[in-house]
């Protein structure tokens, strides 16, 4: 499968922006989707996970309850909405696609994931 990011931009602090994550081929159902991010010097960190139905939904300590993840199956799309942004919120974010059984709880590792998109900027000014 193969991954496009886009949305990334520039935002002020408390503010929003909206990723979108575009995949090709006809398995977009087989991944669970998940968004990276990683900021200059830093390693790549978690942010969020989806599970291949949508039901189930992770995040990271540092973004829970300002930042969405959803997906649109018949788009072949996932999503991150991002509320509430925070200067360090600024990095390159990637999404990322894990083939796993139906039932399988997302994963955070970066290991386990097997597509990944090109990334895209978010700047955050404070």
């Known amino acids: 499968v193969q991954l496009q990011a886009s949305g990334g931009g520039t935002a002020q602090a408390g503010g929003s922006l909206r990723l979108s994550c575009a995949a090709s081929?006809?398995?977009?159902?087989?991944?669970?989707m998940g968004w990276f991010r990683q900021a200059p010097g830093k390693e790549r960190e978690f942010v969020a996970a989806?599970?291949?139905?949508?039901?189930?939904?992770i995040y990271a300590d540092s973004v829970k309850g300002r930042f969405t993840i959803s997906r649109d199956n018949a788009k072949n799309t996932v999503y991150l909405q991002m509320n509430s942004l925070k200067p360090e919120d600024t990095a390159v974010y990637y999404c990322?696609?894990?083939?796993?059984?139906?039932?399988?709880?997302?994963?955070?590792?970066?290991?386990?994931?097997?597509?990944w998109g090109q990334g895209t900027q978010v700047t955050v000014s404070s």
């Open positions: 989806i599970t291949r139905g949508g039901s189930i939904t």
């Open positions: 990322a696609a894990d083939r796993v059984l139906l039932t399988t709880t997302p994963h955070r590792q970066a290991r386990e994931y097997d597509y």
């Open positions: 081929g006809r398995t977009f159902t087989s991944y669970a």
